[in-house]
């Protein structure tokens, strides 16, 4: 079975500061991992995601995230936050090596909510 | 423009009386899913679909029945419509054939059921 844990409800920062959104999941085999963001009275957008290569992955906004292995986490990051990045954030996973019934199955989190201080 | 477009946006119901809320996508997508969005446990997925005529159960479907007739659309028919169904609901679609590719949302029906 897979699963993400998201272990901040909420995340307060500074404008101007860097924001990290923490993320940790659990596959049994290779994961691919999104984050996704999604804005009031809206659905959720992709951001990014991690398959395979380079540990830090650029996305969209200019938010990165950094995949570490031993740690099996996935934190989102940005180095300047901005007021309009204040939003609800998911992380995601799906086995790549599962290959049974549901295997598209993307398993989220249970969100952070970032708000960004002016 | 590519997007995954759901009807109502919003919802309001009265136990038992039955309700469909539908789903369209453009993108030419083969996976399309279901999700509820509660406060406190984040997405939870109901039914999903590989392609037409193929349908199964996600982690939640009690309730709840699905059809997927044509490639584009995928309804989420609730027959005798509860309480504890009311949430936030979100249409996803993808492209099966590849693992990596991330899906693309509706903008939500939130839905009350009194």
């Known amino acids: 079975a897979q699963s993400v844990a998201q272990p901040e409800d909420q995340v307060n920062v500074a404008e101007g500061n860097p924001l990290t959104v923490k993320c940790t999941y659990s596959?049994?085999?290779?994961?691919?991992l999104f984050w996704y963001v999604q804005y009031p009275n809206r659905g959720l957008q992709f951001l990014l995601k991690?398959?395979?290569?380079?540990?830090l992955v650029k996305g969209s906004y200019g938010f990165e995230a950094e995949f570490n292995k031993s740690q099996t986490s996935f934190h989102l990051k940005k180095p300047s936050a901005l007021v309009s990045d204040s939003a609800l954030y998911f992380c995601?996973?799906?086995?790549?090596?599962?290959?049974?019934?549901?295997?598209?199955?993307?398993?989220f989190g249970k969100g952070t909510k970032l708000s960004v201080i002016p | 423009e590519a997007q995954v477009t759901q009807n109502p946006r919003y919802l309001i119901t009265v136990t038992g009386k039955k309700l469909t809320v539908t789903c369209s996508q453009n993108?030419?997508?083969?996976?399309m899913s279901w999700y509820r969005q509660d406060p406190g446990l984040g997405l939870r997925q109901i039914y999903y679909s590989m392609n037409v005529e193929v349908t199964d159960k996600g982690d939640v479907p009690e309730g709840y029945k699905v059809s997927r007739k044509e490639k584009r659309n995928f309804p989420l028919i609730l027959e005798s419509p509860s309480p504890n169904q009311t949430s936030l609901y979100f249409c996803a679609s993808s492209f099966q054939g590849a693992k990596d590719s991330p899906l693309h949302f509706g903008n939500g029906t939130r839905l009350t059921v009194t």
């Open positions: 991690y398959i395979t290569g380079d540990n």
């Open positions: 596959v049994s085999g290779n994961p691919y």
């Open positions: 995601a996973v799906r086995d790549l090596s599962y290959s049974g019934a549901g295997s598209y199955q993307l398993t």
């Open positions: 993108m030419n997508h083969e996976y």
